[in-house]
């Protein structure tokens, strides 16, 4: 049994059957990259949006349930996740990612492409099996559409000095914020809770997703790469600029305008020099201050649903997830 199961004992046996269906949708006739994907399904990966999902699940009401659907629909969640990690280590060439060979950096570009292109198709059949005729079916394309445009506008401010803290949250509010949203709002959903809940679920999984990335990008300027599993000050190296660099450019722009300028052509020394200039003008603390206000919003939402095991454990969650060791 992985050990990250045991961080949610009130839904630990679903999500071994969620991970057993995910396995089972992974067997192509090329084993070595069936291999690999099961690798990095099992590798660090915590199934967050899963587990919110199943949380939320666990409001509504259980007779009315179907539970192979749930777990489908959970199932389907952690791949359309995988599916966009594979893309953005091919963006941004990554060779790590859990603290494991990307499937890019093994294998090549192409083939991660195809890969990532092949979990896409099978989250679709699993939602299209699981919700045919549900308007959810309609909103995971939606949200499948906003997941996208929302690495489009990463990269289309990529190396822009003038990005502000609204293009980031805009881009913030697709590539991490919607797939929360869907897991919260879906699991309310077919969880059979009442419309109030799923109304707050959707709202719960917008915060959590926001101040998610955001202390995500604050461990980019402050955590060692054997914590963060990934090379450090690789976004600043691709010309993305994250809420802690851009609080402190915004209020010293002098002092940062000179390294972003080089773009593409910062050294790694350079990379370090602004991120201890990041955290010398308080761009960590002003980014975790915000950071903090969207865990707030969510835990005051996440008290306002029904009293049960679920939201204690709702509460926990958010509350360990979104203080991170940075």
Not at 5 to 32: A, F, G, H
Not at 291 to 318: G, H, N, S, V
Request: negative net charge.
């Amino acid at each position: 049994m992985l050990s990250y199961w045991n961080d949610y004992p009130t839904i630990q046996n679903k999500l071994q059957i969620v991970c057993s269906l995910i396995e089972k949708q992974m067997r192509v006739r090329n084993k070595d990259i069936q291999e690999t994907l099961i690798e990095f399904s099992q590798a660090g990966g915590k199934y967050l949006r899963p587990a919110f999902f199943l949380l939320f699940s666990s409001l509504g009401d259980h007779e009315k349930q179907d539970e192979k659907q749930l777990i489908q629909i959970a199932a389907s969640i952690e791949l359309l996740h995988m599916a966009t990690l594979i893309h953005d280590d091919v963006i941004d060439d990554s060779p790590l990612r859990r603290g494991t060979m990307t499937v890019q950096s093994k294998y090549g570009k192409d083939i991660a492409v195809y890969t990532g292109d092949l979990l896409f198709t099978v989250f679709f059949e699993l939602v299209i099996d699981a919700m045919n005729g549900s308007k959810f079916l309609a909103i995971n394309a939606r949200s499948m559409k906003r997941l996208l445009l929302g690495e489009l506008d990463q990269m289309h401010t990529r190396y822009n000095k003038q990005e502000t803290f609204r293009d980031y949250l805009r881009s913030v509010n697709g590539k991490t914020a919607e797939l929360f949203w869907l897991a919260c709002a879906e699991g309310a959903h077919f969880g059979k809770a009442a419309p109030e809940v799923e109304r707050l679920a959707g709202r719960i999984g917008r915060s959590i997703g926001i101040a998610f990335q955001i202390y995500d990008d604050i461990l980019d300027y402050t955590a060692e790469e054997d914590v963060l599993q990934k090379p450090v000050l690789e976004d600043l190296s691709q010309g993305i600029y994250t809420l802690p660099l851009l609080l402190a450019k915004e209020k010293h722009p002098d002092v940062f305008l000179p390294y972003l300028e080089k773009e593409q052509d910062i050294t790694p020394e350079e990379s370090q020099e602004v991120a201890q200039l990041v955290v010398a003008h308080e761009g960590v603390e002003m980014a975790k201050d915000i950071a903090r206000r969207y865990t707030q919003k969510a835990l005051t939402d996440i008290a306002r649903l029904p009293e049960c095991d679920a939201r204690d454990m709702l509460q926990l969650l958010a509350s360990q997830l979104l203080i991170r060791s940075y």
